[in-house]
């Protein structure tokens, strides 16, 4: 069964708990919290306070998409606010073993982020070291952006490298992600579902988020 990770950038930031609320209560797995600095990306969000804010009131996992510059100075905040995944962009990190190391021995599970335009050649010498692998489907930095198709055949390479690796990594999407997207990925070896605006933007996100997890079963 597909993991559903509702991306909170969507939420609506004035009632951010009700929202959190919302999603646990129908069966999501992870919470993905993004985090953007204004360098990596364009866009400004979420700190470690606002993390650790949250943290007493919700069971998740708290998924945290680091989409910044020197992600090292900020992966023990993110720890101690609460963090119980950490995912880095390969193209941030000067060191990305000695990184992924530094977040385990903090305690937590590490992930590794690739843009559309990044190969997963990056992982090759890594096995053992990661336990998700984070595969943009859009450009990080909104939401609400269009899936990239092209980002397809990555996916698909990706599960035969982490098949060959061994181990238990997994293959999480983010970025357009549907109803009309999900078979696409679900296909290709996706397990964990990163959504955002398919989520808060509709309705019910209780749902969208039933919708997504058939959507994973055509
Ligand atoms: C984009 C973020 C995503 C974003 C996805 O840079 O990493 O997590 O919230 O939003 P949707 O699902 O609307 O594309
Ligand atoms: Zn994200």
Do not use: W
């Not at 650790?52 to 009131?57: D, F, G, I, K, T």
């Not at 962009?89 to 843009?115: D, F, M, P, Q, S």
Request: aromatic share 6%.
């Amino acid at each position: 069964m597909v993991k559903i990770a509702p991306s909170i950038l969507s939420a609506d930031f004035a009632r951010l708990l009700e929202d959190v609320r919302r999603v646990e209560e129908a069966g999501a797995d992870y919470l993905h919290i993004d985090v953007m600095d204004g360098h990596f990306v364009p866009n400004i969000t979420i700190g470690p306070a606002v993390v650790a804010a949250l943290r007493p009131h919700s069971r998740l996992v708290f998924d945290v998409h680091l989409m910044i510059e020197e992600p090292d100075r900020y992966i023990d905040p993110f720890i101690q606010a609460g963090a119980d995944l950490i995912t880095v962009h390969a193209e941030t990190c000067r060191h990305l073993h000695r990184t992924l190391n530094c977040i385990r021995e903090k305690g937590g599970r590490a992930g590794v982020a690739l843009n559309p335009a990044t190969g997963p050649e990056v992982l090759q010498y890594l096995p053992g070291l990661f336990d998700l692998v984070l595969v943009m489907t859009v450009n990080p930095g909104f939401g609400g952006q269009a899936f990239i198709p092209q980002t397809l055949p990555k996916i698909k390479d990706l599960q035969r490298m982490i098949g060959e690796m061994g181990g238990n990594v997994e293959i999480e999407v983010d970025g357009g992600i549907g109803p009309s997207t999900v078979p696409l990925v679900v296909q290709a070896g996706a397990g964990v579902l990163v959504a955002g605006s398919a989520i808060f933007n509709a309705p019910d996100p209780a749902t969208a988020i039933r919708e997504i997890r058939e959507a994973a079963q055509r």
